[in-house]
Structure formats: structure tokens, C-alpha cells
């Protein structure tokens, strides 16, 4: 496929922090151990859906281990060990669906308005005018080759960061909608849209297959594990798909009619899945739920980053809060968070 490049237009306003951006080794997964979970706890009621103040839609963790988190307001860092906020990027008004990290370190957002970039050396912010084939960004990743996928609600588009170019554009996307992004162990792309997956050629653009037969249709978020296992969550439950061949392995049926929102997977193994009733920690050799996690801001889990300070960071559609990965023990983060007392940094 022959890429034809588009240059993006840029405009510009400037916000005095200054970060920096340096490698971090990320540690090799552990075999999965079973480790005592929190006891199990009744299902948290499902809370009405919050004002943008302190919705947590999104999260990134940077290359310097810091926590990048977006509300319906700005786009923070957080020093995930403290709790403690390093920048505040303001974004007003502006419906923030996904976070990545360019190879520089630069920070890309997708909103419903289209793209940003942040300049975390300086949070000077940067309007992408790119050509979309909807404004409505769902997902944003970045390939092992440096370039940028960003999905919409009307397909794919691949972007250059480094030079500001739109490559290609893959608008005739089966299922439509580009709703959540992952790469797998060859690297190459899959897409969860309205009716089930897609697996995408990083290098040519092109499809190479679809996964029709999951379980509730609809992929919202994906993840790959250690072993090479994609997991889909939709709104009926969490399945493993083989990227080999495409084929569902199996439907959890532990979490069979849960709404999954958020899949995490931990260092030790764990997988964590966010739903519209709670977060729950599975694990994926028999797919027992092993515990659930209380006191949360809201049941409604949008994002999760585990791994970040020793901690799995936690947003939900009232807020930020933290999971010890050692002691379980929850506390929700007070400046990001309608629950105060007791909360961190």
C-alpha cells in the first residue's frame, strides 16, 4: 500500500511546568502466584454516571514510571509512589477517551474533538488538525515502529508524531467503530469495534483477519498477557482469543453478564477487570474471580494501570484511587476524588 502523507496544521498555547522524560527498564513477568486476596465484598452499587470534574477516563504510564491521568478538565502527572501531582495540563471542555506516549515521550490525547499533544517538558499543548474520518477519538496506540494509531467511531487512521503526518487511512474497518487498540506478540494490530475484533498489517495497513464469534458482540477494551493471550471485554463478559489463529479460547464464567469497562494485567499475573459493578482480580489459569476491591470512588471502572508504583491506579467515573499490590489495601487519590477523607496525596 502506497502511504500518502497530509501535513497537520499546529497551533499553539504554552503551560509553565517543566518535566522530564527518561527510560525505565519494565521488569519481565513473574508466573502467576497466588498471592491471598481481599475477601470478597457485596457488589458496589452502580453510581450514576459522573460529572466530568472528576472523571477518570483515561491513563498512561510514562516512560519515567510517573502517571499521566485524564478528567473531564485537564490531563494530570502524578508521582504514582506519593501521590503527588507533578503537572496539571488544563483541556476544558473537552470529552477525553485515551492517552499514549510517543517514543520521544510526548503525550498524545484523543477527545471527542479530535487530537492534542503535550510537550511534558514544557505541558506546552498542540491541536493535531488532523484529517479524521470522525473527530470522535476512541483509542490512540502507538506501534513498535514509533507511529501512531488513533481509532475512531468511523475507523483508523496512522500518523507519523515525528514528522506530523497522516500515513494511511483504513475508514472501512469491519465493526465500524475502532473502539479499543492492542498489539500482539508479532506486533501486529487488533482492533475491538461494534462486531467483535480485527486484526490489522502495522506494516501495510491492511486487514488480515476478523473475529466475529465473541461472546456479547462488542469489544471495549483489550489486553495481551505474558503468554501471549489476547483478552476482550464486552458487555457481557471477558474472553481469551488465540491471535494465532483468531479463535475464541474461552468466556470466563465468572464474569459472563458483567459489563467489562477495563482489563489490567499485573507483574505476578493477575488479571484485573473493571466493569460497570466493581473491579475484580481473576485468576486466568481457571478463571475464578480471587477477590473483589471496595471502597473505589464509583463501581464504574474506566481505566486501570497496574504496575505504577507499586500500586494499580484505578479511574472511575468519580474519580482516581489506588490499589496496593501487596497489602490490597484502596484508598482514593484526594484531589482527583469526591471521596476525601483518608485519601492520598
Known amino acids: ?7 497537520i496544521g499546529v497551533g499553539l498555547s504554552s503551560f509553565m511546568v517543566a518535566l522530564s522524560i527518561s527510560s525505565i527498564t519494565r521488569a519481565e513477568p513473574m508466573p502467576y502466584v497466588p498471592i491471598a486476596p481481599p475477601p470478597n465484598v457485596p457488589t458496589i452499587p452502580t453510581q450514576p454516571i459522573a460529572t466530568d470534574e472528576f472523571r477518570v477516563s483515561a491513563s498512561q504510564r510514562d ?40 517514543r520521544v515521550g510526548r503525550i498524545w490525547v484523543g477527545t471527542y474533538e479530535g487530537i492534542w499533544r503535550i510537550d511534558p517538558r514544557t505541558n506546552e499543548v498542540t491541536a493535531q488538525n488532523i484529517t479524521l474520518p470522525s473527530n470522535r477519538v476512541l483509542s490512540l496506540l502507538v506501534d513498535r515502529r514509533g507511529f501512531l494509531w488513533v481509532g475512531t467511531d468511523q475507523g483508523l487512521v ?16 469491519p465493526g465500524v467503530s475502532a ?21 490489522v498489517d502495522t506494516a501495510r495497513a491492511q486487514v488480515l483477519q476478523e473475529v466475529s464469534a465473541i461472546a456479547g458482540g462488542a469489544v471495549q477494551t483489550l489486553a495481551l498477557d505474558a503468554d501471549g493471550s489476547l483478552w476482550a471485554g464486552t458487555p457481557s463478559g471477558l474472553v481469551e482469543v488465540d ?5 475464541m479460547v474461552r468466556s470466563l464464567t465468572q464474569l459472563r453478564g458483567r459489563n467489562i469497562l477495563s482489563i489490567g ?12 459493578q466493581g473491579l475484580f482480580r481473576v485468576n486466568p489459569a481457571n478463571g475464578a474471580i480471587v477477590g473483589q476491591v471496595p471502597n473505589l470512588p464509583s463501581s464504574r471502572v474506566l481505566t486501570l494501570s497496574p504496575d505504577t508504583g507499586n500500586k494499580l491506579w484505578v479511574g472511575t467515573t468519580e474519580g482516581l484511587a489506588w490499589v496496593s499490590m501487596t497489602t490490597y ?4 487519590h484526594r484531589m482527583f476524588s469526591r471521596i476525601s477523607p483518608g485519601a492520598a496525596e
Open 1 to 7: 500500500m502506497t502511504y500518502l502523507p497530509r501535513q
Open 63 to 102: 516512560y519515567k514510571g510517573n502517571l499521566w491521568i485524564a478528567t473531564g478538565k485537564e490531563v494530570a502527572n502524578v508521582d504514582p509512589h506519593t501521590g503527588r501531582v507533578l503537572a496539571r495540563v488544563p483541556l476544558p471542555n473537552l470529552a477525553i477517551a485515551a492517552l499514549a506516549q510517543d
Open 158 to 173: 496512522l500518523v507519523s508524531p515525528d514528522q506530523g503526518l497522516v500515513m494511511t487511512t483504513l475508514q472501512k474497518l
Open 179 to 199: 473502539n479499543a487498540l492492542s498489539l500482539d506478540a508479532k506486533g501486529q494490530l487488533w482492533v475491538g469495534t461494534l462486531e467483535g475484533l480485527v486484526q
Open 243 to 247: 491471535p494465532l489463529d483468531g479463535k
Open 265 to 276: 494485567l499485573d507483574q505476578v499475573g493477575s488479571l484485573w477487570a473493571g466493569t460497570s
Open 329 to 332: 489495601q484502596t484508598k482514593p
